[in-house]
């Protein structure tokens, strides 16, 4: 069984009005970070940088992950 992981960060920053320019102004990361992380093109994240985002975002990595079993 494979789990693939999806990051659903469109749908938090949409739900709450806001914008990965704002998401990286706010955490600090790079927005071409966030664009390979927000269109699911990132290979691999650093906790820390989990943690800005869901800092940032007033919210819990279930909202910015989803697992899929394939």
Known sequence: MIII???T???ILNKKGKTRYWLSKETGIDNN???KIYNNESKQIKLETINKICIALEC???DILEF???
Do not use: A, M, Y
């Open 68 to 70: 899929i079993k394939d």
């Open 5 to 7: 992981i999806i990051f």
């Open 9 to 11: 960060l469109d749908k």
């Open 33 to 35: 970070t966030l664009g």
């Open 60 to 62: 819990n990595i279930k």
